[in-house]
């Protein structure tokens, strides 16, 4: 696990998602704000998050609903121009996550800089957005073609999706970790800002003891505490946002609560 004190220089990261609105061909975009609305809506979350202590950021199209297993070109080359404009601020480690696409994530993170990916990397899933499937073979291939130094975080319970074959949870963290060796398994709740089971993030722990694993979603200022006493660090979006809104912006105010609180805990 020397790997997350190395990359992040602290002891249970906090990695903030820093969610950027609609981009061109997404449903909902805002053609009318253009990408300068996208790039300045980023910037602002992006100077919240920093100034208020977090250890890093994931840039996500977090807002290109509904997402795509494979997506288009346009996308992640908004994603890139994005982190491109915005790379002069950044002031901590980053990574990035094109939903649902580990082959552009990989190819984002390899024209960027990022440190870092998290996807549904390994798998096979009855989700909301069809039958997902996943070549993690090739997708580690591409990885090591492009990116070889880039660390890959495995999300090992998708969102609004359910694993085929109704496999144990504990199973799929060790075969994975077994046939794959991901740099960190990453244990989520049902949906974005969705509670994780502490129970389930005890058992994957105690099942690879020697792998990384973060809780990745659902981590409040209320839980951080128990959340924190069983995995190694958490990827945190919702609860940093005005009213703990999904939808909403960032909210400093927030930030700097939950971070002083982490910052206590360590």
């Not at 591409?142 to 130094?149: F, I, T, V, W, Y």
Request: with cysteine.
């Amino acid at each position: 696990m020397n790997w997350l004190k190395q990359t992040f220089g602290v002891h249970k990261p906090i990695i903030a998602m820093c969610h950027l609105q609609a981009l061109p061909g997404d449903p909902f975009y805002d053609s009318e704000g253009g990408m300068d609305k996208v790039i300045e809506l980023a910037r602002q979350d992006l100077k919240h998050l920093q100034d208020g202590g977090v250890d890093a950021i994931m840039f996500s199209n977090e807002f290109s609903l509904p997402y795509l297993t494979t997506v288009k070109t346009a996308t992640t080359a908004a994603m890139a121009r994005i982190v491109g404009e915005l790379k002069p601020e950044i002031r901590v480690p980053f990574g990035v996550n094109v939903l649902w696409d580990p082959i552009a994530s990989i190819d984002l993170a390899a024209a960027t800089g990022a440190v870092f990916i998290r996807e549904i990397i390994t798998g096979v899933y009855a989700s909301d957005f069809g039958l997902w499937n996943t070549n993690v073979g090739n997708t580690v291939r591409h990885k090591m073609a492009l990116a070889p130094n880039l660390r890959m975080l495995f999300n090992i319970v998708p969102e609004a999706a359910s694993y085929l074959g109704q496999r144990d949870i504990v199973d799929i963290a060790k075969s994975t970790v077994f046939n794959n060796r991901p740099d960190a398994l990453c244990v989520s709740g049902l949906t974005a800002g969705a509670e994780t089971d502490t129970q389930i993030l005890a058992s994957v722990k105690r099942a690879v003891p020697e792998t990384v694993v973060l809780c990745n979603t659902g981590c409040r200022l209320e839980n951080v505490d128990r959340q924190l006493s069983v995995a190694d660090g958490a990827v945190v979006g919702s609860t940093f946002k005005i009213d703990g809104n999904f939808d909403n912006l960032v909210d400093p105010a927030r930030v700097k609560a939950f971070m002083a609180k982490v910052k206590a805990l360590r």
